[in-house]
């Protein structure tokens, strides 16, 4: 099993985290951001990943919006799929999916290059806000997931006008290329996938 654990405490959030790469998808998330537990949930299912997370921030304490603890989970869910990736032998590194979410249309490439980057494409959202979640942190959240992964994430909404259905499609489709990228090719489990022969 490919797992991994972070504790992460600042002044501004307190986080643990544990991932299984290998999982069946179950998600046991508590982050005080109802809409960030969904999209959370989601990762996990889609993905095929195991999350457990308790996140607690200063958006419960001092009255902040939820900016620091949305970041940090992703820089310590990042940290923990990177560690739990270990030498990255036998994956199969690629994974795109393209998800329809009723009107809106998204595609995530991935790429497990050791190479953090992120383009981050969408039509600029129609609703600034989900309950409590602040949707320009949508773009925040998957540069810190992908930089502290090791992951180049190109991130595409062809188009949508809802906001909650394309950060959705966002999750979903981050989630199924993941789940493409981490499996293992059986046919190369003791190979590194990369020429170099490093990643």
Request: hydrophobic share 35%; with cysteine.
């Amino acid at each position: 099993m490919r797992t991994a654990q972070i504790t992460r405490n600042t002044k501004e959030t307190q986080i643990t985290l544990s991932v299984n790469l290998d999982g069946t998808g179950q998600a046991d998330i508590t982050t005080g951001i109802g809409f960030l537990d969904h999209m959370l949930t989601l990762l996990a299912f889609h993905s095929d990943m195991d999350i457990a997370l308790t996140a607690h921030g200063d958006h419960e304490t001092v009255g902040m919006d939820p900016h620091h603890v949305t970041e940090d989970i992703a820089i310590a869910l990042g940290k923990c799929i990177d560690e739990a990736l270990g030498e990255r032998r036998g994956i199969t590194r690629y994974g795109s999916f393209t998800i329809p979410m009723d009107e809106a249309l998204v595609t995530t490439s991935l790429d497990i290059s050791g190479r953090p980057y992120l383009v981050f494409n969408t039509p600029e959202f129609a609703n600034p806000k989900l309950g409590g979640y602040d949707s320009e942190m949508t773009e925040e959240f998957f540069r810190a997931l992908s930089y502290n992964a090791g992951i180049t994430a190109h991130i595409n909404a062809h188009y949508g006008k809802n906001t909650h259905h394309i950060i959705e499609g966002m999750f979903k489709s981050y989630a199924r290329a993941l789940k493409e990228a981490v499996r293992i090719d059986e046919e190369k489990k003791n190979e590194v996938p990369s020429s170099k022969g490093i990643l």
